[in-house]
């Protein structure tokens, strides 16, 4: 019987078969890994994109956005960091200027609470304007969507007031502090008389007549859902009016400089949000024009001269919040024409808005499409966007 | 042997090789596919039901019904003796597209499949098949499969899609939300607050979105709505999942999930997925909550109980479900 004959060159080809053979085994298994989706990739951080060359470099003036609770300014295309992230359960959002641009007001949100703080562009000199928080529970409060009066002497939010009678009721209403030097938290005074058990009223506007534009949540018997509405209420503790019909489920209003058009989230009470505009005359909406539809758009925000606004939307697979940019089409002059037939929402067309009569327009202008301004980051869509010029 | 046998070794051993590696990274799966999938069907309808309602056996295009079930598996119970806290039905016709998804009331007083009457989340303690079995004869219905879950798979399921994308429809605040996921005591509580419109949830502020119901004038219905919400953003999520994706996602379950789809089955296993991004249309699916006048509330046994009122519920579920 012949035995094989083991000289070098067998076995060193049997040794590179075998190491061929193991490299493929690992070759299979880490390109099975390298092909699974990335669904959970990590976002970029503002401050490592590379944005300076890009549409977002020519936006005028400053923004204030939020990521992973964290405060960032954008200027000239360039994200640095105001406020950082706390720490633990939290993080700073919503920031707003006051009237003169010399300060900001933020929340701080906590674990069980949030606060106003007043803080000056650079994130220096911090001010706590609230005092929300507690040992116990379900004593502490909620403080959200700031946004200082014109003149600058009151400050307007949504807050949290304990109802005694049912403490399952948890419902924030608009309220309204003095914010000269030496008032306290303890001089506000509620504006608004929230549903029960909806989420109640926020997002308060307040406009220079003295009146207050605001996001109201009501239960609608017809859909049998929690709807929104945006709402008017001359004074404190006056009954407000619907501005927009309860099945458009609009939120997140945000008026143009010039006071004239208010723009707007409208979601229908499905899963799909639209931004629209329409004519804004001190007491009545027009009727709304669609600029972006097929988009979870979010928290628009007017540049400091009126002629776009940039918003939050998801971008692709990842489905991250991304700021995007839509120049908004100048208002068209009013003809004594027929008012032209209802249109679909999504169509980016006029849509008129029932309970205001329809006024004669034009038709309206082409629509020009959003520009995404970022990609990899992940704002915070709930936080409003501060800009100014 | 010659230099043919040689490179036909060379060969046979690389194929080997890899389809080892692609063994070993699948193994997972397909530990869990036997340890926690394939298991106990529903037992038969009773013959009244068997003439009442025709069983659609899930194969082939043929429609079919899901039961899926969620609950808090925190120390409050005993290992696998948990409640519903979230039942959904789900009717998918992969002819149609069209896909029912119906929401059962956690705290539906019935007859419960194993004797005796109670609310219908609490049947579970006495094993899935018995939910199973309580659902199909109080609604008059085949279930043909059924899954489970439990909070924190969940909770890891979501973070490992990257999160969901979805409007939240109004502000969700409960001061008295269970802390059970972050503190030893199950009795524990916190507050939430999801604020509205389109955001982005990880797995944690979606538990919340779903979980919370204090504060809701809907209480449990307006839950079932959110729930409905949630899961819909998760399958538009899982379009993009690939096979590459499902170690991952089921190192996420761990003990946190249980079905009777056999997930060794990859060919029905694919055919689903397909199925699954093939619906895409939101007009396709079709969500109902049995608010009144499908229920009413009472007060049994000094339990705040929602009671069903069948006259109405029975032929929808048998438009809808059959």
Known sequence: ?389 | MGWRGMLALFFVGLLTSGLAGAAAYFLPVVVAAYAQTGLARPAPPTPDQARSVPSAAPAGGSAFTVLLMGSDDDAKFAQGVYLTQSMILIRIDPATRHVTMLSIPRDLYVPWSTGGRGKIDEVHQHGDAASVATVERNFNIHIDEWAWVGLKGLVKLIDLMGGVDLTTGNPVLDDFYPADLESTNPYSYKRVAVLPGPQHLDGIHALEYVRSRHGDIQEDFGRSQRQQQVLLALRTKARNVNAADLPGIVASFHDEFKTSFNLTDFGRLRSLLSLASQISDPSQIEQIVLVPPYTGSDVINGADVVTPNWSLIRPLVQQKFT
């Open chain 1, 1 to 389: 019987m012949m035995r094989p004959r083991w000289t070098t060159g067998r076995v060193g080809v049997v040794v590179l078969m075998a190491t061929v053979w193991i490299a493929s085994g690992v070759a299979a298994y880490l390109y099975l890994g390298a092909h699974r989706t990335m669904l959970a990739g990590e976002a970029k951080k503002p401050t490592e994109a590379r944005l300076r060359q890009g549409p977002i470099s020519h936006l005028p003036g400053t923004l204030y956005l939020v990521q992973g609770g964290t405060l960032y300014r954008l200027e000239r295309g360039s994200f640095s960091p105001v406020l950082k992230a706390p720490g633990g359960a939290s993080r700073w959002t919503q920031p707003v200027f006051t009237p003169n641009g010399q300060s900001l007001v933020v929340v701080r949100r906590d674990y069980a609470s949030s606060d106003l703080y007043l803080v000056d562009p650079s994130g220096h000199n911090l001010n706590l304007l609230t005092h929300n928080a507690s040992r116990t529970v379900e004593a502490n409060h909620w403080a959200f969507y700031p946004r200082p009066s014109p003149d600058g002497g009151s400050l307007f939010y949504s807050y949290d007031r304990k109802d005694p009678s049912n403490f399952y009721n948890v419902v924030l209403s608009v309220y309204a502090m003095p914010m000269s030097a030496g008032s306290s938290f303890n001089q506000a005074k509620k504006w608004t008389a929230p549903t029960s058990f909806t989420g109640g009223d926020i997002q308060p506007v307040p406009l220079p007549s003295g009146a207050v534009i605001y996001t109201k949540y009501s239960f609608d018997d017809k859909t049998g859902k929690i709807l929104s509405q945006i709402y008017l209420t001359p004074r404190a503790g006056a009954q407000g009016k619907a501005l927009t019909p309860i099945e458009d489920s609009c939120l997140q209003p945000a008026l143009s400089p010039d006071g004239q058009r208010l723009a707007m989230i409208c979601t229908g009470g499905k899963q799909f949000a639209s931004l629209e505009i329409a004519h804004f005359d001190g007491s009545k909406l027009g009727p709304a024009q669609v600029l972006v539809s097929g988009q979870l758009a979010a928290q628009p925000t007017w540049s400091p001269d009126g002629t776009s606004l940039v918003y939050l939307a998801p971008q692709g697979l990842h489905g991250r919040f991304q700021l995007w940019l839509q120049p908004v089409p100048a208002p068209e002059p009013t003809v004594s024409t027929a008012p032209t037939p209802s249109s679909i929402r999504g169509s980016q067309a006029a849509r008129p808005t029932p309970t205001v009569p329809a006024t004669p327009t034009a038709p309206p202008s082409p629509v020009p499409q959003p520009v995404q301004l970022t990609s990899d980051l992940d704002f915070d869509a709930t936080s409003t966007i501060a800009w100014r010029g």
